[in-house]
C-alpha cells in the first residue's frame, strides 16, 4: 500500500492521466456518443472446465496519444504501449479513478491499467442495438487514428450455461446478430477477436449441436471480413494448458479460422507470454492455413505465469503482462492484448465482471 506522504503526488497524476484520457481529437464526441449508446452491463465470463479459465466481460479502456504519466512518488516505470491501439473511453476504471482522485492506489491504477489500451466487449445478443454500439467505437477509433480491438460474445450456450451463460437463443439469431454487428465495423482497420472459448469449450455441446456451430463462427469469420476488409478476424485456440494443438487446430480448422487470420490465446488467463507463443505457432503449424496466417494473445494478466496450483478465480501472486501492441517482434504473433481488462474480477475478489481496486492493485503495483 503506498504511503499517505504520496497522496499529493498521486492527485496530480491522477488529474494529468484523467486529461490526456479525455483529451485529443474527437474526444469530446466520444464522449458524447458514450452517454447517448448503451452501456454493456456487466458479463462475469469464469473458468472453462478443468484447464482453467478466469471471467471478463464488457466494454473497456482507449489508447491515450502517449502512455498515461505515471507518479514519480510511487516509483512506478510506465511500460511504453503501442500509439496505435485504442482504448474505449467508457470503462470501470476509468469510472473508479475519475471518483477516487484521493486514493493512495489511484496514480499506480490510473497510469498502468486505465490509461492502457484494452478490448470492447459486446455481450448483448439484441441485433437492434449492436451495430450502433460497434459503430460508436469503430468511429471514434478511426477518427482518433486508432485500432480498436472488437470482442463479439453472443454465441448460443455461451460458457455452456456456467455463470456467463446466455447469448443469443438460437444460431439463427446469432447470424442476425452477427450481420448487425458487421454493419458497425465501418472500413478502418480493427481486430475482432471472435466468441473466446467458443471452441476450445465447445466439448460440451452433442456432436451435430457443435457441428452446427462451427459452421455459424465460419459463416461469421465471411460476414464480418466482407463487411470490412481491413477487419482481422481471429478464432479461439483456448491456451496452452488446454488442448493439445494439434487437437485445437482440428476444431479450428471445422470452424473455419483457415480462411480467417489466424488464432487468439490466453483469454482471461495466466499462461505465460513464451508458453504461449510456442503453443500458438505449434497451433497454426497444425492448422496448415496461409503462411499469413498470424496469433494474438491476451497478456493483460500473466506477468508471472499461472498458478501453480490451477487457481483461475482472482489467484494470488499475478502481475500485469506485456503491455499491448501490435508491433510484437515474434514471427507469427501479431499483438499482444489486453482482452480481458486487468481489475475486473472473477468472482473471487469481488462481484463477477466488476472492477475490483484491491485487485487491480495487486495486480499493478
Known amino acids: 500500500m503506498v504511503v ?15 486529461s490526456a484520457l479525455d483529451s485529443g481529437p474527437g474526444a469530446g464526441r466520444a464522449r458524447a456518443e458514450a452517454a447517448r449508446t448503451p452501456t454493456l452491463a456487466p458479463m462475469p465470463r469464469p473458468a472453462a472446465p478443468s484447464p482453467g479459465r478466469a471471467a471478463t466481460r464488457t466494454p473497456t479502456p482507449t489508447a491515450p496519444s502517449t502512455p498515461a504519466p505515471t507518479p514519480t512518488g510511487n516509483r512506478q516505470r510506465a511500460v511504453p504501449v503501442s500509439p496505435l491501439l485504442y482504448r474505449h473511453p467508457g470503462s470501470q476504471v476509468l469510472d473508479w479513478v475519475r471518483a477516487h482522485p484521493g486514493d493512495p492506489r489511484t496514480g499506480v491504477i490510473a497510469a498502468r ?3 492502457r489500451p484494452a478490448a470492447v466487449w459486446f455481450t448483448d445478443p439484441d441485433p437492434d442495438s449492436v451495430t450502433a ?45 452477427i450481420d448487425a454487428f458487421a454493419q458497425g465495423l465501418g472500413t478502418g482497420e480493427v481486430v475482432i477477436v471472435l466468441e473466446p472459448d467458443a471452441i476450445a469449450q465447445s466439448d460440451c455441446l452433442p456432436e451435430a449441436d457443435r457441428a452446427a456451430r462451427f459452421a455459424s463462427l465460419a459463416r461469421a469469420g465471411r460476414v464480418l471480413k466482407a463487411a470490412d476488409p481491413q477487419a482481422r478476424v481471429y478464432y479461439d485456440a483456448g491456451h496452452s494448458g488446454w488442448h493439445p494443438p494439434a487437437e485445437q487446430a482440428a ?17 482471461s488467463n495466466f499462461r505465460s507470454t513464451a508458453d504461449e507463443i510456442v503453443y500458438d505457432r505449434q497451433v497454426l503449424d497444425a492448422l496448415a492455413g496461409p503462411a499469413s496466417l498470424g496469433a494474438v494473445i491476451d497478456t493483460s494478466r500473466n506477468g508471472n505465469g499461472a498458478p501453480p496450483d490451477g487457481q483461475w478465480c482472482d489467484p494470488a501472486g499475478r502481475k500485469l503482462g506485456r503491455a499491448p501492441t501490435l508491433d510484437t517482434g515474434e514471427a507469427r504473433i501479431d499483438a499482444y492484448l489486453w482482452v480481458k481488462l486487468p481489475g475486473e474480477s472473477d468472482g473471487c475478489r469481488g462481484a463477477a465482471g466488476t472492477f475490483t481496486p484491491s485487485y487491480a492493485y495487486d495486480l499493478a503495483r
Open 133 to 177: 454500439r460497434v459503430r460508436a467505437v469503430t468511429a471514434d477509433a478511426a477518427e482518433r487514428g486508432r485500432v480498436p480491438v472488437l470482442v463479439p460474445y453472443a454465441i448460443p450456450d455461451r460458457d455452456c450455461g456456467g455463470a456467463s451463460r446466455g447469448g443469443a437463443p438460437d444460431l439463427a439469431a446469432y447470424d442476425t446478430w
Open 4 to 18: 499517505a506522504a504520496s497522496v499529493v503526488t498521486v492527485v496530480g497524476s491522477v488529474t494529468g492521466v484523467i
Open 113 to 115: 491499467i486505465a490509461g
Open 251 to 267: 476444431l479450428l480448422r471445422q470452424a473455419g479460422a483457415a480462411d480467417a487470420d489466424g488464432v487468439f490465446s490466453n483469454v
